[in-house]
């Protein structure tokens, strides 16, 4: 059975770090595009983070550039998103994501399986 297992959401102070970890099963993550979304209350889910199965190419969004590290380990099967300097409108949840075809520059889409997310709140 195919499956993304998100973990490692939570409650964070402003500034703060947290790092989310995305477990695969079913499928070997190391010949598939990953990448995260979140999606705030209200708004629509955004791609935030993209990484190439060939290379290890990444792609940022603006929002995130420089405070997010997206990251894999392949032994693992598992895919992390490191966020430092975390602020309040970082809250949403986060979902992971794999695609089956590559691009470079990554794309957020499509994607081919998702998991059902993490929900990650910033405030004092």
């Known amino acids: 059975q195919v499956q993304l297992v998100e973990s490692g ?12 970890s995305c477990a695969a099963s079913g499928f070997t993550l190391a010949y598939y595009r990953i990448a ?8 629509e889910r955004e791609g935030i ?12 969004a603006d929002s ?10 392949n032994a693992k099967n598992t895919v992390y998103l ?8 970082d809250t949403a949840v986060y979902y992971c994501a794999a695609g089956l075809m590559d691009y470079r520059p990554c794309r957020f889409r499509p994607m081919d399986y998702w998991g059902k997310g993490t929900l990650v709140t910033v405030s004092s």
């Open 9 to 20: 959401g939570g409650l964070v102070q402003p500034g703060g770090s947290l790092r989310l």
């Open 64 to 73: 995130v550039k420089g405070r997010f590290t997206i990251s894999r380990d």
């Open 82 to 89: 490191q966020m430092d300097r975390l602020e309040p409108e």
């Open 49 to 60: 983070s993209c990484m190439s199965h060939s290379d290890g190419s990444t792609v940022y």
């Open 36 to 43: 995260w979304f979140r999606q705030a209350p209200g708004a």
